[in-house]
């Protein structure tokens, strides 16, 4: 057998082999048994539900933005019940310092030294509730988490746990006493989510729900962490064509250089479309990613990375629309 034929050889049984690892469904199975035991309260929208379960296999964090009311902290609440994680929440105000976030050293008069005490960040999935009423200064405390999962204060480092995850929930830019996140921030969010008010059934439906108790109450762990874990290494094994990755950055180059928009996506933009769009094939049960699952993505992934012009902000086009317009004029792979 040639060496051609053997490295043609090879690339089959890697795909066949990918394969078999998608049909034992532990993918599947693990995305179904988290999506139905947070539906149980979670009513009526199963796609945002989805989509954060996308973003905790994909090592993400997600930010929440609507009006309160919505269901934006239960949800939080009810992903780290059931990974059996631990769940640290930060309610944000104008007050708060970066200390408040990190945590700070304090002089022991028995040691006679430094001793760290650590803040509510710290943790397996942090909720950091309102981060739009903190200032600027204690938002930026979570730069460095986010992006390396650690935190520095005074000079020393202490690493985060291997499993992080931020969800960030935030009222509606215009509301009082808020300030916007700086573009830098923004950037270090996998995907922008907004719950949306239920309908008339799903809305009848809660309220049924909790005639007698929270079904919060009756949330049982159903994964753990080690789970998780493992589930975001074997989605890394999904195949990404050379076809979809030009696709990728043609979606993200074309954020760059529209009209209507200033500033657009980065890099980072790119690697959570090429994350999320494996992670979406092997929930549906395929080895390979289809452009599809790129067009289903990107509006959550791109829409708050870039900034339109002020006359597009004037407007009420809002920047999903505008990521899912731009979408529609680029060619799909072998369309």
Not at 205 to 217: D, G
């Amino acid at each position: 057998m040639s060496r051609r034929r053997q490295a043609g050889q090879f690339k089959i049984t890697w795909r066949l082999t990918n394969k078999e690892i998608m049909d034992k469904g532990s993918i599947k199975n693990f995305r179904k048994k988290l999506y139905e035991n947070i539906s149980k309260v979670i009513l009526g929208k199963p796609d945002v539900i989805d989509l954060l379960i996308m973003a905790a296999v994909c090592k993400g964090h997600v930010l929440i933005e609507d009006v309160p009311g919505t269901g934006k902290t239960m949800l939080a609440k009810c992903l780290a019940r059931s990974l059996d994680a631990e769940f640290k929440r930060i309610q944000f105000t104008p007050d708060m310092l970066p200390s408040d976030v990190t945590g700070l050293s304090i002089f022991n008069q028995s040691t006679r030294e430094f001793e760290f005490r650590p803040g509510p960040l710290i943790a397996n999935i942090v909720l950091a509730d309102e981060i739009n009423r903190a200032t600027p200064k204690t938002q930026s405390a979570l730069l460095e988490a986010m992006e390396e999962k650690q935190i520095t204060v005074d000079g020393v480092t202490h690493f985060l746990p291997k499993f992080f995850m931020v969800i960030a929930t935030q009222n509606p830019i215009d509301y009082e006493g808020t300030f916007s996140l700086p573009e830098a921030q923004l950037d270090r969010f996998m995907m922008r989510l907004k719950i949306g008010y239920p309908d008339e059934n799903a809305e009848i439906a809660i309220l049924a729900s909790q005639k007698l108790n929270h079904p919060i109450e009756d949330i049982k762990t159903i994964a753990g962490i080690d789970e998780l874990i493992s589930i975001q290494e074997e989605i890394k094994t999904v195949h990404v064509s050379d076809m979809i990755e030009k696709y990728i950055i043609s979606i993200v180059k074309n954020t760059r250089e529209n009209e209507e928009i200033y500033l657009g996506a980065s890099p980072r933009g790119s690697l959570a479309l090429y994350r999320l769009g494996q992670c979406r094939a092997a929930f549906l049960e395929r080895d390979y990613v289809i452009p599809d699952d790129v067009k289903y993505i990107a509006p959550y992934v791109l829409a708050h990375r870039i900034i339109p012009v002020p006359s597009t902000r004037l407007t009420d086009f809002e920047p999903q629309d505008l990521i899912e317009e731009l979408i529609s004029r680029i060619a799909v792979p072998g369309g």
